[in-house]
Nanobody
Framework: EVQLVESGGGLVQAGGSLRLSCVAY????????IGWFRQAPGKGREEISC????????YYPDSVKGRFTISSDDAKNTVYLQMDNLKPEDTANYYC????????????????WGQGTQVTVSS
């Protein structure tokens, strides 16, 4: 069964850091691009980052570039999202998704997604 399980969310003060994890089950990181989205209450889904290991591709929108870093650990079949210098506007539910490539991710053409992990940044 294909599954993504996120963890690592929580409450942090502005300027702090969190590292989110996304463990993949039922497939390897060679098979799909893994991306992160976030969604805050009353707002639309916002793309955050994407990585495709076998093409050595990463993607970040301007809103998080320089503050967030995506990486992968093949041995653990896990993708991480390191979030530094967090701001209150980063507060949202973060969830990881699988897509054929990061281009498909950017188009919102997703194959599967996790249940999400909540990140709350206090001012």
């Amino acid at each position: 069964e294909v599954q993504l399980v996120e963890s690592g969310g929580g409450l942090v003060q502005a300027g702090g850091s969190l590292r989110l994890s996304c463990v993949a089950y039922g497939f390897t990181l060679d098979d799909y691009a893994i991306g992160w989205f976030r969604q805050a209450p009353g707002k639309g889904r916002e793309e955050i980052s994407c990585i495709m290991r076998n093409f050595n591709t990463t993607y970040y929108p301007d809103s998080v570039k320089g503050r967030f870093t995506i990486s992968s650990d093949d041995a653990k079949n896990t993708v991480y999202l390191q979030m530094d210098n967090l701001k209150p506007e980063d507060t949202a539910n973060y969830y990881c998704v699988g897509a054929f490539t990061c281009s498909y991710y950017q188009l919102g053409d997703l194959e599967f997604w996790g249940q999400g992990t909540q990140v709350t940044v206090s001012s």
